[in-house]
């Protein structure tokens, strides 16, 4: 789903993510912080599509086994949008992920429950080169 947003936001986002209400919630705490939201995906080919026809700055994806499993290579994934900044938004029962998500190219996560609390301070140091992990993970 291509997104035409009001926003004046000069950073250019997708929201990956199974789920339409937390694409939403996303969406939302997006805009509070004047992103420029410029698509959202269900799954990795609708991701695929959109990436056709816009040039993001940062991808802020659900970690869920419906997105995970389509991503055959996860390296070769992150590999071939390398210009991307990818952010990971996990449950807290998903951290098991975490160093694999790291090890392919992924610059940041947030657990979901505090996206409200952390997405613009991810976004900001990510999109500034830095790495983003909540202080509880251990890494």
């Known amino acids: 789903?291509?997104?035409?947003?009001m926003n004046n936001g000069s950073n250019k986002i997708i929201i990956v993510g199974y789920h339409l209400g937390f694409r939403q919630a996303v969406r939302i705490f997006c805009t509070m912080n004047n992103y420029n939201?410029?698509?959202?995906?269900?799954?990795?080919?609708?991701?695929?599509?959109?990436m056709a026809d816009e040039n993001p700055d940062i991808i802020l994806m659900h970690?869920?086994?419906?997105?995970?499993?389509g991503i055959k290579d996860p390296v070769e994934f992150i590999n071939r949008y390398n210009?991307?900044?990818?952010?990971?938004?996990?449950d807290k029962d998903e951290v098991v992920y975490i160093k694999e998500l790291i090890g392919v190219g992924f610059k940041g996560c947030i657990y979901s429950?505090?996206?409200h609390k952390e997405l613009d301070t991810a976004i900001k140091k990510v999109l500034g080169g830095?790495?983003?992990?909540p202080k509880e993970m251990k890494l």
């Open 113 to 115: 429950n505090n996206i």
């Open 63 to 69: 970690i869920k086994f419906p997105i995970i499993k």
């Open 83 to 90: 210009n991307l900044k990818f952010i990971a938004l996990l």
């Open 37 to 50: 939201i410029i698509g959202e995906a269900s799954n990795i080919d609708e991701f695929l599509k959109i």
């Open 130 to 133: 830095k790495l983003y992990f």
């Open 1 to 5: 789903l291509k997104i035409n947003t």
